[in-house]
């Protein structure tokens, strides 16, 4: 009696840990970043600072961690839905 579902080869486990990995570390450094930028635009309020330049450059990084995070995102479950629709594709 054969099984319906095909046995991976041993690589795919440690393919997929690997990407998992990469995924969850991008994002918790993303989550840092944007933290550490809110609490500087804090500190600058807290001791009358330039405010203004914390604004702008939370404007322009915290977008581009937010889209490299949603990136990274869209192309891990992109590749593991591709990878459930085709199982025995090289």
Avoid: K
């Amino acid at each position: 009696m054969e099984s319906s579902t095909p046995i991976a080869p041993p690589g795919d486990r440690s393919v997929y840990r690997a990407q998992l990995a990469t995924l969850i570390g991008f994002s918790c450094f993303a989550a840092v970043v944007i933290l550490w930028i809110a609490r500087l635009m804090y500190v600058s309020w807290l001791l009358e600072d330039v405010f203004s330049a914390s604004i702008g450059i939370a404007l322009v990084a915290v977008p581009v961690f937010l889209t490299l995070a949603i990136v990274f995102n869209y192309v891990f479950w992109g590749l593991q839905r591709g990878r459930q629709a085709h199982p025995h594709a090289p």
